[in-house]
């Protein structure tokens, strides 16, 4: 996934890892309180912003309730979408 490790969940983007940083796709409605939580920032690899994923920081999901809530997030979203 753009240089990194993606977790796939029925052939849609879930999660994962681009060099320390946690990937997680959002709920559409979600995406802007996803990035208000700490350690969250806008998935911008190009110079724009991709909407529907942010980039989480180590910091943001260094216990395993953070990192669960977020993987937790990304699941709730591609399980809502048709299979590919």
Partial sequence: M?????????????????GKDLVVRTVPHAYRGALSQPHARPMDFTGRPMRGFVYVGPRGYRATPMLRSWIQQGLRFVQSLPPK
Wanted: glycine share 24%; with cysteine.
């Fill in 2 to 18: 753009v240089g990194g490790l993606a977790f796939m969940v029925n052939g849609h983007r879930c999660c994962g890892i681009v």
